[in-house]
């Protein structure tokens, strides 16, 4: 199963997207964008800037915890993974988020 960006509405009418797993998982989360045209544009962003050499970096959260975030070329952070309890784990997300967003496909919930 592929993946999918889901495209959803806030309360405060701002707009973010995750980018799901084909089991479903969450494995990106976006910032939120007041247009939704600029969320779109954050979708391409993700697929493009999956695949390119060193857009990933790896963090440390204070509580111990392991997460990533994917930035674009400018530096700017385009999303950013869960909370994993390994940096393993975390190294899996990566991979998955470079498997799985170059072809994700969109559900628009907005």
């Keep these: 199963m592929a993946g999918k960006f889901h495209l959803k509405k806030a309360n405060d009418g701002q707009f973010h ?7 479903g998982e969450t494995i990106l989360t976006s910032e939120l964008y007041k247009a939704k045209d600029s969320a ?5 962003s993700v697929r ?4 390119r050499e060193g857009a990933f970096e790896s963090k440390t959260a204070s509580n111990g915890k392991f ?3 994917l930035k674009a070329g400018n530096g700017q ?7 994993y309890a390994s940096a393993d784990s975390a190294i899996a997300g990566i991979q998955s988020v470079k498997n799985n ?3 994700a496909t969109l559900d628009d919930d907005s």
């Excluded at 493009?48 to 695949?51: G, T």
Aim: hydrophobic share 45%.
């Design 67 to 69: 997460y990533f975030v």
């Design 48 to 51: 493009k800037n999956a695949i």
């Design 40 to 44: 779109l544009n954050g979708i391409d």
């Design 17 to 23: 997207f995750n980018l799901n797993a084909g089991n």
């Design 77 to 83: 952070v385009i999303g950013q993974s869960q909370m």
């Design 101 to 103: 967003a170059p072809n």
